[in-house]
C-alpha cells in the first residue's frame, strides 16, 4: 500500500525532527514515534497511520486562526458533541501528515485558501469511543494520536458548516468554549506571533 508507506515515512520523519514545547508533549511524541515503529508498513503490522490500525492511530488536526491572532475556528463535532479544532483521519490520497490537516481543514471549514505549517505545534493522545473501526469491541478503547498543525485564515474568512459538524465558528482566544483547547491555542498564536 504505497500511500501508507508514504503516510508512515513522513510521520515518522516528521515526528522524530519535532521537539515537543513542554515535557508532556516529549513524552507523547516519544510515544508516536514507538508507535510508528511498531507499525512499520512492510512488517504486516498496519501502518498505524490508518483509521483501521487498532487499537491506535494517527489523525491530523488543524487549529486555524484568524489573521489577527485574536480568534480561533472550531468545529462542533456532530459524534463527539464538543468544540475541536478541524481534523481527521488521514486517508491513502494524503502525501504527507501536514496535507491531511490542511485537507480536513478545508473540508471542514470550506475555506479553500489556508496554508498549513507543516511543523507540528502540539500533539494530543485521546480516547474515541464512537471509533471502533474492526473491532466493535467496547472492552478495545481506540486512540486517535493526533498531530496538530496551525494556519492562518485570510482577513474576512467565512466558514461553512460541513456534514460532519453541526457547527462551524470563531471564538475570541480569550472566551474558548472548552480549557482542554487552551495550551493549543497558546501555542500555535506563538508560533505565528500571535501572543
Known sequence: MPG?????????????????????????????????????????????VFRDSVPDHLTASTLVLSHDGGRVLLTLHAKARRWFQLGGH???????????????????????????????????????????????????????LDVRFVAVAGPGAEPVVSDESLDV?????????????VELVALARSRVGGA
Open 169 to 181: 465558528r470563531w471564538w475570541p482566544v480569550d472566551a474558548l468554549p472548552a480549557p482542554d483547547l
Open 4 to 48: 501508507a508507506a508514504l503516510l508512515h515515512h513522513d510521520a515518522s520523519r516528521v515526528l522524530r525532527a519535532w521537539t515537543g514545547p513542554t515535557p508532556e508533549q516529549e513524552r507523547l511524541r516519544a510515544r508516536y514515534v514507538r508507535h510508528l515503529d511498531g507499525h512499520e508498513p512492510s512488517a504486516g503490522t498496519g501502518s498505524g
Open 90 to 144: 488521514l486517508e491513502a490520497a494524503d502525501r504527507t501528515l501536514a496535507d491531511a490537516a490542511g485537507r480536513e481543514a478545508r473540508e471542514e471549514s470550506g475555506l479553500a485558501a489556508l496554508s498549513v505549517d507543516p511543523v507540528p505545534v502540539h500533539l494530543d493522545e485521546h480516547e474515541v469511543p464512537f471509533c471502533r473501526p474492526g473491532t466493535g469491541d467496547p472492552a478495545r478503547p481506540v486512540h486517535h
